[in-house]
């Protein structure tokens, strides 16, 4: 999770990506009978987001490995990063996120409240930006799915089930989610989402983007509720650090 802000200062990617600020339907039934077996699509959602509406409120923590793929439509090619992964319920309604890339490009995310740092080791630096204005779009993107209630989901997006796949070897329901505020979907136009079945967790997770680009994100491994301390979120100290918006 995870691109998501686009303005003068932060830039829809910015957060996963900051250097660059920030289908399957229902067959015809052969027979009567086999389409009144079949739950409708609009239940069968119904099913799931009740699922996470019973979940959330045990949701305190999760961390897994992450494998994200981005790509960029215009030039027809994908960026492949691998990381970690950690989220942290500290407070009612407030998360902490931590994504570390390792690799050529590492750099290290945190997320609170209202403000993103993200860590550059080979400069090395830390960029502070203030998300106050975009906290709101944050929550609905960046962290959708985890801990999150289906009523919430439900307010916020326009949600099909697509079917049940297998993900990472572990069944997992498969939703569509259009936003429906105009804002967002200036940002990202279609997510899917698949919710593990065992965790109620996501699994994975793309973001469609009105150029045609994509970020798909694979959570690995994720274990659930684990204890993280406060210093997981730490970023190194006595490190250079710049104010950028």
Not at 73 to 79: F, L, M, N, S, Y
Not at 135 to 153: M, N, P, S
Request: aromatic share 8%; charged share 25%.
């Amino acid at each position: 999770m995870l691109q998501v802000l686009k303005d003068q200062s932060i830039d829809q990617r910015a957060l996963y990506y900051p250097e660059r600020m920030m289908p399957t339907f229902w067959r015809r039934a052969l027979l009567v009978l086999s389409v009144a077996a079949i739950p409708a699509p609009a239940q069968q959602a119904r099913e799931v987001l009740a699922r996470l509406d019973r979940f959330a409120p045990t949701f305190l923590a999760a961390k897994a490995s992450i494998r994200s793929v981005t790509h960029t439509a215009v030039i027809d090619e994908d960026e492949t990063e691998l990381g970690t992964f950690a989220v942290k319920r500290y407070a009612p309604g407030k998360l902490r996120f931590l994504i570390a890339f390792t690799g050529e490009n590492a750099k290290t995310v945190v997320i609170d409240d209202q403000l993103a740092q993200i860590y550059y080791p080979k400069i090395p630096e830390i960029q502070e930006y203030n998300t106050s204005k975009y906290r709101d779009l944050v929550q609905k993107l960046l962290l959708l799915g985890f801990g999150t209630a289906g009523r919430d989901i439900a307010a916020s997006y326009e949600v099909r089930e697509l079917g049940r796949d297998s993900m990472e070897s572990q069944p997992a329901s498969h939703l569509e989610l259009i936003p429906k505020s105009v804002e967002v979907r200036k940002q990202v136009n279609r997510v899917e989402l698949w919710i593990a079945e065992g965790t109620q967790c996501p699994v994975q997770q793309t973001f469609h983007y009105p150029d045609g680009g994509y970020r798909k994100v694979t959570f690995l491994g994720v274990q659930l509720n684990p204890t993280l301390p406060a210093s997981t979120f730490d970023l190194p100290k006595n490190v250079p650090r710049k104010r950028m918006n």
